[in-house]
Protein backbone atom coordinates (compact mmCIF):
# COMPACT_ATOMS: atom_id res chain seq x y z
CA UNK A 1 0.00 0.00 0.00
CA UNK A 2 0.85 3.37 -0.83
CA UNK A 3 2.59 5.63 2.16
CA UNK A 4 0.05 7.82 3.63
CA UNK A 5 0.74 11.71 4.96
CA UNK A 6 -1.89 13.32 6.93
CA UNK A 7 -0.90 16.74 7.68
CA UNK A 8 -2.99 17.78 10.99
CA UNK A 9 -4.36 20.95 12.63
CA UNK A 10 -4.66 20.94 16.25
CA UNK A 11 -6.19 24.53 18.02
CA UNK A 12 -8.75 23.15 20.12
CA UNK A 13 -7.88 25.05 23.33
CA UNK A 14 -4.52 27.06 24.25
CA UNK A 15 -2.12 25.73 21.98
CA UNK A 16 -1.20 25.64 18.13
CA UNK A 17 -0.01 22.96 16.76
CA UNK A 18 0.71 21.11 13.19
CA UNK A 19 1.81 18.13 12.72
CA UNK A 20 2.98 15.47 9.71
CA UNK A 21 2.43 11.77 10.69
CA UNK A 22 3.27 8.81 7.80
CA UNK A 23 0.74 6.12 7.84
CA UNK A 24 -0.72 6.77 11.43
CA UNK A 25 2.42 5.98 13.12
CA UNK A 26 5.69 7.64 12.09
CA UNK A 27 5.51 11.20 12.89
CA UNK A 28 7.50 13.46 10.86
CA UNK A 29 7.41 16.46 12.33
CA UNK A 30 5.08 18.41 14.92
CA UNK A 31 5.23 21.51 15.92
CA UNK A 32 3.50 23.12 18.81
CA UNK A 33 3.28 26.46 20.11
CA UNK A 34 1.92 27.23 23.47
CA UNK A 35 0.26 29.78 25.13
CA UNK A 36 0.28 28.81 29.00
CA UNK A 37 2.48 32.01 29.15
CA UNK A 38 -0.16 34.20 28.25
CA UNK A 39 -3.16 32.57 30.13
CA UNK A 40 -0.91 32.42 33.13
CA UNK A 41 -1.25 35.44 34.65
CA UNK A 42 -5.05 35.18 34.14
CA UNK A 43 -5.24 31.71 36.35
CA UNK A 44 -6.35 29.95 33.18
CA UNK A 45 -7.16 30.21 29.51
CA UNK A 46 -9.17 33.08 28.13
CA UNK A 47 -11.08 31.73 25.30
CA UNK A 48 -10.77 35.32 23.29
CA UNK A 49 -6.96 35.77 24.28
CA UNK A 50 -6.74 31.85 22.60
CA UNK A 51 -8.28 32.44 19.31
CA UNK A 52 -6.66 35.29 18.59
CA UNK A 53 -3.65 34.17 19.55
CA UNK A 54 -4.25 31.15 16.76
CA UNK A 55 -5.07 33.85 14.31
CA UNK A 56 -1.70 34.94 14.79
CA UNK A 57 0.12 32.10 14.63
CA UNK A 58 -1.50 29.17 13.02
CA UNK A 59 0.24 30.13 8.96
CA UNK A 60 3.38 30.38 10.51
CA UNK A 61 3.10 27.12 12.67
CA UNK A 62 1.99 25.61 9.39
CA UNK A 63 4.99 26.80 7.56
CA UNK A 64 7.50 25.88 10.24
CA UNK A 65 6.18 22.33 9.92
CA UNK A 66 6.52 21.99 6.29
CA UNK A 67 9.91 23.25 6.52
CA UNK A 68 11.03 21.28 8.94
CA UNK A 69 9.76 17.78 7.55
CA UNK A 70 11.31 19.16 4.18
CA UNK A 71 7.87 18.45 2.84
CA UNK A 72 5.07 20.26 0.76
CA UNK A 73 1.42 20.36 0.81
CA UNK A 74 0.92 18.45 -2.51
CA UNK A 75 3.30 15.47 -1.26
CA UNK A 76 0.37 14.98 1.44
CA UNK A 77 -2.45 12.30 1.29
CA UNK A 78 -5.36 14.46 3.29
CA UNK A 79 -5.94 17.90 5.33
CA UNK A 80 -6.93 16.40 8.96
CA UNK A 81 -8.14 18.63 11.76
CA UNK A 82 -9.89 18.77 15.37
CA UNK A 83 -13.48 19.92 14.77
CA UNK A 84 -14.40 19.40 18.61
CA UNK A 85 -14.74 19.68 21.52
CA UNK A 86 -13.18 22.42 22.60
CA UNK A 87 -13.58 26.66 22.18
CA UNK A 88 -15.89 27.48 19.73
CA UNK A 89 -13.50 30.45 18.86
CA UNK A 90 -10.15 28.17 18.74
CA UNK A 91 -11.68 25.45 16.76
CA UNK A 92 -12.93 27.87 14.10
CA UNK A 93 -9.65 28.99 13.90
CA UNK A 94 -7.89 25.62 12.74
CA UNK A 95 -11.11 24.14 10.89
CA UNK A 96 -11.23 27.40 8.55
CA UNK A 97 -7.21 26.61 7.48
CA UNK A 98 -7.59 23.16 7.39
CA UNK A 99 -10.65 23.53 4.96
CA UNK A 100 -8.67 26.15 3.06
CA UNK A 101 -5.30 23.69 2.34
CA UNK A 102 -7.88 21.09 1.46
CA UNK A 103 -10.04 23.28 -1.28
CA UNK A 104 -6.80 24.84 -2.47
CA UNK A 105 -4.60 21.87 -2.92
CA UNK A 106 -7.63 19.49 -3.54
CA UNK A 107 -7.00 16.99 -0.65
CA UNK A 108 -9.71 15.36 1.33
CA UNK A 109 -10.43 16.91 4.47
CA UNK A 110 -10.76 14.46 7.38
CA UNK A 111 -12.67 15.93 10.39
CA UNK A 112 -10.96 13.93 13.96
CA UNK A 113 -13.21 14.07 17.47
CA UNK A 114 -10.21 15.63 19.85
CA UNK A 115 -11.03 12.67 22.17
CA UNK A 116 -10.14 10.11 19.30
CA UNK A 117 -6.99 11.88 19.05
CA UNK A 118 -6.18 11.93 23.14
CA UNK A 119 -7.02 7.83 22.53
CA UNK A 120 -4.60 7.32 19.33
CA UNK A 121 -1.82 9.25 20.47
CA UNK A 122 -1.15 6.07 22.16
CA UNK A 123 -1.13 4.76 18.56
CA UNK A 124 1.97 6.96 17.93
CA UNK A 125 4.05 4.37 20.12
CA UNK A 126 2.54 1.47 20.57
CA UNK A 127 0.23 -1.47 18.51
CA UNK A 128 -3.21 -1.12 20.12
CA UNK A 129 -4.48 -4.66 20.81
CA UNK A 130 -8.46 -4.67 20.81
CA UNK A 131 -10.86 -5.05 22.98
CA UNK A 132 -9.42 -2.12 24.86
CA UNK A 133 -10.50 0.39 27.99
CA UNK A 134 -9.55 3.96 27.27
CA UNK A 135 -9.36 6.36 30.40
CA UNK A 136 -9.50 9.78 28.83
CA UNK A 137 -8.73 12.07 31.92
CA UNK A 138 -8.03 15.91 31.17
CA UNK A 139 -8.75 19.52 31.56
CA UNK A 140 -12.50 19.32 30.02
CA UNK A 141 -13.11 15.11 29.96
CA UNK A 142 -12.94 12.17 32.27
CA UNK A 143 -14.61 9.33 30.36
CA UNK A 144 -14.43 5.49 29.89
CA UNK A 145 -14.32 4.53 26.62
CA UNK A 146 -14.27 0.74 24.80
CA UNK A 147 -13.33 -0.48 21.87
CA UNK A 148 -13.55 -3.56 19.84
CA UNK A 149 -11.41 -2.39 16.97
CA UNK A 150 -9.84 0.91 15.24
CA UNK A 151 -12.15 3.38 15.24
CA UNK A 152 -14.72 2.15 17.02
CA UNK A 153 -15.88 3.53 20.46
CA UNK A 154 -18.59 3.05 23.29
CA UNK A 155 -18.40 5.61 26.16
CA UNK A 156 -19.45 3.43 29.30
CA UNK A 157 -18.74 6.08 31.73
CA UNK A 158 -17.82 9.86 32.00
CA UNK A 159 -17.85 12.40 34.36
CA UNK A 160 -21.77 14.11 35.43
CA UNK A 161 -19.76 17.26 36.41
CA UNK A 162 -16.44 19.00 36.44
CA UNK A 163 -13.51 16.92 34.96
CA UNK A 164 -11.04 15.71 36.83
CA UNK A 165 -8.69 18.23 35.14
CA UNK A 166 -10.53 20.93 36.60
CA UNK A 167 -10.64 19.62 40.14
CA UNK A 168 -6.90 19.64 39.95
CA UNK A 169 -6.82 23.52 38.23
CA UNK A 170 -9.47 24.38 41.16
CA UNK A 171 -7.76 22.88 44.17
CA UNK A 172 -4.11 24.74 43.01
CA UNK A 173 -5.85 27.85 43.20
CA UNK A 174 -7.33 27.39 46.38
CA UNK A 175 -3.94 26.46 47.69
CA UNK A 176 -2.48 29.44 45.48
CA UNK A 177 -0.55 26.94 43.62
CA UNK A 178 0.10 29.45 40.12
CA UNK A 179 -1.36 28.08 36.61
CA UNK A 180 -1.19 24.73 35.14
CA UNK A 181 -1.79 24.06 38.27
CA UNK A 182 -2.12 19.60 37.72
CA UNK A 183 1.61 19.30 37.31
CA UNK A 184 2.78 21.05 40.77
CA UNK A 185 -0.40 19.38 42.38
CA UNK A 186 1.31 15.88 41.28
CA UNK A 187 5.03 17.31 42.32
CA UNK A 188 3.77 18.69 46.09
CA UNK A 189 1.80 15.06 46.23
CA UNK A 190 5.39 13.24 46.41
CA UNK A 191 6.25 15.29 49.00
CA UNK A 192 3.20 15.37 51.16
CA UNK A 193 0.94 12.65 53.66
CA UNK A 194 -2.31 11.63 53.35
CA UNK A 195 -3.30 13.38 56.43
CA UNK A 196 -6.55 15.43 55.27
CA UNK A 197 -9.96 13.63 55.04
CA UNK A 198 -11.82 13.88 51.95
CA UNK A 199 -14.71 12.19 50.38
CA UNK A 200 -14.18 9.59 47.89
CA UNK A 201 -16.87 11.02 45.24
CA UNK A 202 -19.21 9.15 43.55
CA UNK A 203 -18.34 5.54 44.91
CA UNK A 204 -20.99 3.66 43.28
CA UNK A 205 -21.33 0.54 40.94
CA UNK A 206 -21.26 2.55 37.90
CA UNK A 207 -18.81 4.04 35.56
CA UNK A 208 -19.65 7.46 36.36
CA UNK A 209 -17.44 10.01 38.06
CA UNK A 210 -17.93 13.30 39.84
CA UNK A 211 -15.43 15.96 41.10
CA UNK A 212 -17.91 18.99 42.29
CA UNK A 213 -17.83 17.29 45.68
CA UNK A 214 -14.27 16.61 46.01
CA UNK A 215 -13.49 20.01 44.43
CA UNK A 216 -15.89 21.87 47.67
CA UNK A 217 -14.50 19.57 49.73
CA UNK A 218 -11.08 20.77 49.71
CA UNK A 219 -12.38 24.90 49.43
CA UNK A 220 -14.16 24.36 52.81
CA UNK A 221 -11.38 22.41 54.40
CA UNK A 222 -9.14 25.02 53.79
CA UNK A 223 -11.70 28.04 54.63
CA UNK A 224 -12.49 26.53 58.02
CA UNK A 225 -8.51 26.13 58.85
CA UNK A 226 -7.86 29.48 57.60
CA UNK A 227 -10.94 30.19 60.18
CA UNK A 228 -9.55 28.40 62.94
CA UNK A 229 -6.02 29.85 62.36
CA UNK A 230 -4.67 26.89 61.45
CA UNK A 231 -1.82 26.76 58.30
CA UNK A 232 -2.53 24.04 55.45
CA UNK A 233 0.52 22.47 54.34
CA UNK A 234 -0.12 22.31 50.81
CA UNK A 235 2.07 19.50 50.51
CA UNK A 236 0.04 16.96 52.69
CA UNK A 237 -2.82 18.96 50.94
CA UNK A 238 -1.86 17.66 47.54
CA UNK A 239 -1.18 14.31 48.35
CA UNK A 240 -4.87 13.89 50.32
CA UNK A 241 -6.58 14.92 47.46
CA UNK A 242 -4.45 13.19 44.70
CA UNK A 243 -4.38 9.96 46.66
CA UNK A 244 -8.90 10.07 46.79
CA UNK A 245 -8.49 10.67 42.99
CA UNK A 246 -6.29 8.17 41.77
CA UNK A 247 -8.55 5.66 44.39
CA UNK A 248 -11.45 6.70 42.42
CA UNK A 249 -10.22 6.42 38.60
CA UNK A 250 -8.44 3.51 39.70
CA UNK A 251 -11.09 1.54 41.42
CA UNK A 252 -13.68 2.10 38.31
CA UNK A 253 -11.26 1.66 35.85
CA UNK A 254 -9.42 -1.61 36.99
CA UNK A 255 -13.70 -2.51 37.42
CA UNK A 256 -14.08 -1.79 33.60
CA UNK A 257 -11.01 -3.63 32.97
CA UNK A 258 -12.27 -6.98 34.00
CA UNK A 259 -15.68 -7.02 33.29
CA UNK A 260 -15.56 -6.37 29.76
CA UNK A 261 -11.96 -8.68 29.61
CA UNK A 262 -10.22 -6.27 27.58
CA UNK A 263 -6.16 -7.18 26.23
CA UNK A 264 -5.44 -3.37 27.29
CA UNK A 265 -6.06 -0.20 29.31
CA UNK A 266 -5.40 3.11 27.60
CA UNK A 267 -4.35 6.01 29.59
CA UNK A 268 -5.27 9.43 27.46
CA UNK A 269 -5.01 13.56 28.43
CA UNK A 270 -3.25 15.78 30.10
CA UNK A 271 -3.80 14.85 33.36
CA UNK A 272 -2.33 10.93 32.00
CA UNK A 273 0.84 12.73 32.38
CA UNK A 274 0.77 12.59 36.28
CA UNK A 275 3.32 10.58 38.01
CA UNK A 276 1.25 9.80 40.64
CA UNK A 277 -1.52 7.63 38.35
CA UNK A 278 1.04 6.31 36.02
CA UNK A 279 2.23 4.64 39.19
CA UNK A 280 -0.68 3.52 40.52
CA UNK A 281 -2.12 1.76 37.33
CA UNK A 282 1.38 0.45 36.22
CA UNK A 283 1.02 -1.02 39.68
CA UNK A 284 -2.36 -2.49 39.16
CA UNK A 285 -2.38 -3.51 35.72
CA UNK A 286 1.08 -5.65 36.49
CA UNK A 287 -1.21 -7.16 39.43
CA UNK A 288 -3.56 -7.78 37.32
CA UNK A 289 -1.60 -8.98 34.11
CA UNK A 290 -3.14 -6.08 31.86
CA UNK A 291 -1.01 -4.61 29.14
CA UNK A 292 -1.08 -0.83 30.20
CA UNK A 293 -0.15 1.70 27.53
CA UNK A 294 0.94 5.50 28.37
CA UNK A 295 1.73 7.94 25.46
CA UNK A 296 5.27 9.75 25.95
CA UNK A 297 4.48 13.35 28.41
CA UNK A 298 4.73 15.34 25.12
CA UNK A 299 1.20 13.38 23.77
CA UNK A 300 -0.39 13.87 26.88
CA UNK A 301 -1.56 17.80 26.41
CA UNK A 302 -3.00 18.69 22.96
CA UNK A 303 -0.52 18.45 20.01
CA UNK A 304 -1.79 17.65 16.06
CA UNK A 305 0.80 13.97 15.97
CA UNK A 306 -2.55 12.83 17.84
CA UNK A 307 -4.88 14.11 15.34
CA UNK A 308 -3.19 12.95 12.48
CA UNK A 309 -2.79 9.23 13.86
CA UNK A 310 -6.50 9.36 14.56
CA UNK A 311 -7.05 10.57 11.01
CA UNK A 312 -5.25 7.88 9.14
CA UNK A 313 -7.75 5.24 10.34
CA UNK A 314 -10.73 7.09 9.28
CA UNK A 315 -8.65 8.01 5.63
CA UNK A 316 -8.40 4.24 4.98
CA UNK A 317 -12.22 4.16 5.68
CA UNK A 318 -12.80 7.24 3.42
CA UNK A 319 -14.85 8.89 6.09
CA UNK A 320 -13.64 12.71 4.69
CA UNK A 321 -15.77 15.89 5.58
CA UNK A 322 -17.40 18.07 2.84
CA UNK A 323 -16.03 22.28 2.56
CA UNK A 324 -19.62 23.21 4.88
CA UNK A 325 -17.78 21.04 7.95
CA UNK A 326 -18.95 22.97 11.42
CA UNK A 327 -17.15 22.97 14.46
CA UNK A 328 -19.14 20.95 17.23
CA UNK A 329 -17.86 22.87 20.95
CA UNK A 330 -19.26 20.23 22.33
CA UNK A 331 -19.49 16.58 20.77
CA UNK A 332 -19.55 13.35 22.23
CA UNK A 333 -17.19 10.71 20.72
CA UNK A 334 -19.06 7.97 18.77
Known amino acids: MEDVYILAIESSCDE ?14 TVI ?24 NITI ?3 ECLNGSNMKIEDMSA ?8 LA ?3 LIGVEAAKTLAFIYNKPLIAVHHIAGHIYANNLNYKLKFPLISLVISGGHTELIYMKKDYSFEKIGGTLDDSVGEAYDKVARVIDVPYPGGPVIDKYSKKGKNVYKLPLPMDDGSYNFSFSGIKSAVINLVHNEKQRGNEINKYDLACSFQSIVIDILTKKTMKAVKEYKVKQLLLAGGVSASI ?12 ENIELLVPELIYCTDNAAMIAAAAYYMYKDKKFADFDLKIKPTDDLK
Open 16 to 29: TSVSIVKNGKEEIN
Open 33 to 56: LSQIDIHKKFGGVVPEIASRSHVE
Open 61 to 63: VIE
Open 79 to 86: IAVTYGPG
Open 89 to 91: GAL
Open 276 to 287: GIREKFAELCEK
